[in-house]
């Protein structure tokens, strides 16, 4: 999965940082949501919970691999 923030959208309010897991997200010095990929593990949990709907959670070819290394069909 692929998280997109719209920053428009994005009011600062830091919820998805409380409910990440990971702490993979945190606010940036415009106090607006930015997300680290390295530590995202793809839970959803900031899209679940964002007030404003400024967290977009999609699938990618990684979050549809199958457990055998080759792509889901």
């Known amino acids: 999965m692929a998280v997109y923030i719209n920053r428009q959208w994005c009011k600062g ?8 897991p990971k702490k993979a997200l945190s606010l940036d010095d415009a106090g607006k949501a930015c997300h680290d990929p390295e530590l995202c593990v793809e839970c959803g949990m900031c899209e679940q919970y964002c007030p404003d709907l400024a967290v977009t959670v999609e699938k990618t070819a990684r979050a549809s691999k ?3 290394g080759k792509e889901a069909a």
């Open 13 to 20: 309010c830091g919820i998805c940082v409380a409910f990440c």
């Open 66 to 68: 199958a457990g055998n």
